[in-house]
C-alpha cells in the first residue's frame, strides 16, 4: 500500500480505511503517503487533463472507477490590476467555484465517496454550513448512495440549500449552529450508522491536497511566497499545506509556501489562538458573520491548521463582513471573478497581511476562493441595488449609459 493512515495526535499508524478517528487515542486521523512505494515525477502528471484524478498516484484509494465529475482543474487566474491594488506584485486567484457544485468541497467527496463505495457504506452524511452538503447530495446521487446532510436552520444561503435539496439528500436542518450539528453526525458515524463526510474524514481532505498539487503544477512548478485561505472548520488550509508538502518530500518542489489563514471576526478562534501563540484554541460557542461558510465556533482540525500556519512562517488575521462584502466587489468588478463571501475574505485579509508587512510587496502570493458568487445571490442582492424599469428607447437608454 501507498499509505497508512495516521493519527495527528498520537502518532500510531493503522491501515484500516474503515476508521474515522484514532481508535487508541480518539484524536484525528490523517493520510500519511509512504513516499517510498510512490513512483511519480514531474512529468508523471504534465501530460494529463487537469484535475484530482491527475494525481491519482497520491490519493488513498485503490480502484480505477472512480466517482467523479472531472472535478479539480480550476483556473489560477492571474490578477494583476487587483494585485497592485493591494500592493502585490503577482496575485493569482486559485478560483475553485469552477467546481462541479461550486466549492471546492467536490474535490474532497471525489475521493471521499469513492472510497465510501470502496468500504460498501450505504448511508453517507455530513453537517455543513452548505457547500458541503451540496456537494455530498451531488456524489452521493452520482453513485447511489441515501445522503443525509445537517444544517444549522436558517443559515444556509439560498443556492446550497437548492443544491442539496435537489439531488435529493435528507436535509435536516438543526436548531443550534453548525458545531453542534457536527456533534450529532460525528455521534451517528461512531455508532456505524452513517459514513461521516466531513472534514474529519482523512480521505476527503485528501482530495483537497490537490489544491497545493495543481497551483504547482500551473505554475511550473514554482511554489508561491504566500498562500491565503479562508478558514472554517480548518480542513482546507491544512490540507493544502499537507499537499506541498507531499510534493516537496516527492522531491517534486523545492521549496515551500508560507500558509496564511483568514476568519471573519465574529467566528475567529483559529485567528486568537496563532495571536496568543496557544497550542489549542478556545471555541466560540456563538459564531457569527456574513460569510456563513467560516461561521464555524469549534474548527475539528484546528491542531492540524495551527500546525501548518506556524510550521510554514504564516499568519493568521480576522476581517469584519464590511471587508469581507467590499473584496467580494472588488474582485467582482476589478477582475471579472464573482466568489462567495467566505471566498472573498482571502482578499480581504491579504489586504491586512500586505498592511502589516506580513505578506512583501515583492512576493508572489495565491489566494484561494473556495466557493461560486452564485451559491448566495442573496448577499449580493441586499448590497445592489436593481434599478427601476424604463422604456426601450435609445436615447433614454443613451443617457442612463452616460450617467
Ligand atoms: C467549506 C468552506 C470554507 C471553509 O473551509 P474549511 O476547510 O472548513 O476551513 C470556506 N469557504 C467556502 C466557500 C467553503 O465552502
Ligand atoms: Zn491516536
Redesign the pocket.
Known sequence: MHYVLECVECGSEFDDDSLVRCPECGGLLEVALRYDEIEVSRSTFEGRRLGVWAFRELLPVNTDDPVTMSEGGTGLHPCPRLGEELGVRELFVKN??ENPTG???DRGMTVGVTKAVELGAEVVACA?????SASLAAYAARAGLTCAVLLPAGKVALG?LAQALFHGARVIPVNGNFDDALDVVKKLADEGIVYILN?VNPFR?SG?RTIAYEICLQLDWEVPDAVV???????????IWQGFLDLYRLGIIDELPRMY?VQAEGARPIVEAIRRGKEDIEPDPEPETV?T??R?GN?V?AIK?LRAIRCSGGWAVEVSDEEILSAQRELATREGIF?????A?SIAGLRKFVEEGEIDADERVVCV????GL?DPETVMEVCELPEPVEPDPETIQRLIAE
Open positions: 475553485e467555484g466549492s471546492f468541497k455543513s454550513t452548505g457547500n458541503t446550497k472534514s481532505l483537497q485561505v479562508p478558514v472554517g472548520n480548518a480542513g482546507n488550509i491544512s490540507a489563514g460569510a461558510a467560516i464555524i474548527p482540525n491548521a466568489v462567495e463571501p467566505a471566498s475574505a476562493t473556495t466557493g461560486h451559491k
